[in-house]
Structure formats: C-alpha cells, structure tokens
C-alpha cells in the first residue's frame, strides 16, 4: 500500500466487494468498478462465479485432507468465506488469511471467527513479498510448514505484475509434499477487447493489471500434480450442477483456473 488515503484511491478488494454486491467499498472504488462495467458488463458474473469456485475448490481440499489453508489476497469477507466453508468439511481445519489492504484485515478481524475446533489468523502481506508472509509470526503460529497445507490463490495473479513463477516457487518450496495450490487468474484469450479495456481502466487508476494466456497458468503449476479437469474456466471445474456452459459464457467469465499438488 502506498501512503493514499482510502478516499483517494481505489483498492483492488474494494473494487471485488461492489462487483460481489457488498457494501464495503468508497465511491472511488465505485466509479472505478463502474468504468470497468462499462467495458465488461459480465464481469459481476466473472466474480460470483470465481466466488463459486473458491467454495468447490476448498471443499475439494477438506474432503482430500487438508487441514491447513493459506488465502493470500482474501478480499473483503463475505459468507460463506473459506475458513467456513473448509470447518464445515473438517471442524479442526486452521486458516491463515493474507491482503494487502489495512481494510480488509481490519473487517476480517471483526467478521470471521473460527470454529471451537479451528483457527484464523490475518496478516496484513503482499503476494510479491512471499519470504515476509512466510516468516510472519501470525502464521507460524496456526500453520506447521511440515504438514500439507492449501494454498489459494484466486482472483488476485491478475493484479500481480511480478514474476508469478518466481512468487510460486518461494511459497511451493516451503510447503510440504501432499499440498495443494489453487488458482484462478483473468485472461484475455476469450474476449481479448474487452478485458484489454478493463486492464486499463485499473493501470489508469494506478492498479496493477495483468492477464495471461492459459499457457501461462499452465505454466504456474509445473511440477505439481493437475487435479482433473486442469487448467479450465472456473465454471468447468467439477461443478455439481447440470450446466451445459457455452463458448460465449466462457467469454463472460474471461478466467482460468487450476488446482494441483505438490508431490
């Protein structure tokens, strides 16, 4: 975070938080998210939807016997949030959450609590400062490194101009063998023109943005294990529900994502 008040400049969760509906964002953040509207009109849908996915995929790591969960880029909370969905599969399941807004780590002390079983904890970080997440005391304190643990990374890489394999390879090196990582990204391989138009709305408002190609967040999880169905849209990754998506829903959602593990 650079020395902007709130009021002054737009953050990223806050942006999320008006696309999920919530209420916990400035009228910089909403003319901000407005603008992108305008360019991708679908993209409350792309959020609900990467929401969903946060929901099967955590879940997919409870029931596989994850107990531990890192959330890096957790947004303004809103429920169900990811220590509730992972306690409701495991009661015992700890979570350490991580964003780089004094915001949101301000609302998620106030709105999440663990089960009587688990834990949560918050550090304020930056994705591209793994080494500093890693040896933040807040997580040596939930997390033990030398067993499993979930790390999920959604809807954040795209704001991330750094070297995303880099960042992944200082946090898989520190994760033990049995852990998962999680990830959805925007990209422009479906609708090039029209997320190319929201990238810059966000760099104009001085945001990172970055979209890649599937083959850069194929790329992402190089030496891990792909959970069927691999790198898909968000909406073809093991969805229970009878849905039949479509090449142009595909284009509303403009994402990517994947889960795999570390062997």
Known sequence: ????????????????????????????????????????????????????????????LAEAGIRQFLDIGTGIPTEPNLHQIAQEAAPNSRVVYVDNDPLVLAYARALMEGGEQGATAY?????????????????????????????????????????????????????????????????ADFAPEQVAAAQDVYRVRKLPAQVRTRDEVTSWFAGLELVD??????????????FEPSPAYDAKISCWCGVARKP
């Open 123 to 187: 550090i304020l970080g930056d994705v591209t400062d793994p080494t500093a997440i890693l040896q933040a005391p807040e997580l040596s304190q939930i997390l033990d490194l030398n067993e499993p643990v979930g790390l999920s990374m959604i809807a954040l890489l795209h704001f991330v101009e750094a070297d995303i394999n880099k960042i992944l390879s200082t946090f898989l090196d520190a994760l033990a063998p049995g852990s998962y990582l999680v990830i959805c990204t925007i990209t």
């Open 229 to 242: 169905p691999g790198v898909v849209p968000p909406h073809r990754w093991r969805l229970v529900e009878t």
């Open 1 to 60: 975070m650079d020395g902007d008040s709130p009021l002054e400049q737009p953050h990223t969760s806050r942006i999320y938080d008006y696309f999920l509906g919530g209420k916990d964002n400035y009228e910089i953040d909403r003319q901000a998210a407005e603008e992108i509207l305008r360019v991708w009109p679908d993209i409350r849908t792309a959020a609900r939807v990467n929401r969903h996915f946060m929901h099967r995929s955590t879940r997919f």
